[in-house]
C-alpha cells in the first residue's frame, strides 16, 4: 500500500476523499485536452463579462440575465470536464485499482481501520510480538511524517 501512496504521492487522509480517482486522472489529463478546458473557460468568462458591461447598458437588469447565462454556460463546461474525466478513468483503470484497494485496506467499510478492525484477530494469529511490530512501524511512520 506504500507503494501506491508513494507512486500518485498521496498522504494516506487523501484516501478518505471520494474524489482522489478524478482528482489524479484530472491532473494527468493531457494538455490536448486540459489546454481547450482552460482556455474555454477563460475566454467564457472574459467574453461574458464584456456582454455584461454592454448589456448593462441598454438596460441594467440585464446584468443577471447575462450572468445566469455565464453561470449556465460555465456548468454545461464543467459536466463535460467531468464525463472526460470519466472516460479517463476508465482508460486508466489501473489507477482506479490501486487506489481503491489502497482505500479498502485503510478505510474498510469507509471507516478508519481503528473503528472496524480490533488487535485481537492479529494476537491470536502473530501473538505478543505483532504488538512490538506495530509499535515499530507507528514510531517509523510518525518520522517520516515529522520529515516532510
Do not use: C, W
Not at 460555465?74 to 459536466?79: D, G, I, R
Not at 484497494?101 to 480490533?118: C, D, H, I, S, V
Amino acid at each position: 500500500m506504500s507503494k501506491v501512496l508513494d507512486k500518485y504521492a498521496i498522504a494516506p487522509d487523501d484516501l478518505g476523499h471520494t474524489d482522489l480517482e478524478s482528482r489524479l486522472v484530472r491532473d494527468d489529463m493531457p494538455d490536448s485536452v486540459r489546454q481547450p478546458l482552460q482556455a474555454l473557460r477563460a475566454t467564457l468568462g472574459q467574453q461574458y463579462q464584456e456582454l455584461q458591461g454592454a448589456a448593462s447598458t441598454v438596460d441594467p437588469t440585464l446584468k443577471k440575465s447575462v450572468q445566469s447565462a455565464r453561470n449556465s454556460a460555465l456548468s454545461e463546461l464543467a459536466s463535460l470536464e467531468k464525463r472526460i474525466v470519466s472516460h479517463l478513468k476508465k482508460q486508466n483503470e489501473i489507477v482506479v485499482q490501486q487506489i481503491g484497494k489502497a482505500r479498502n485496506n485503510l478505510f474498510p467499510g469507509g471507516q478508519p481501520q481503528e473503528r472496524m478492525l480490533t488487535v485481537a484477530p492479529y494476537l491470536v494469529r502473530y501473538g505478543p510480538r505483532f504488538l512490538d511490530a506495530a509499535l515499530e512501524e507507528a514510531q517509523a511512520y510518525i518520522s517520516r511524517a515529522v520529515e516532510r
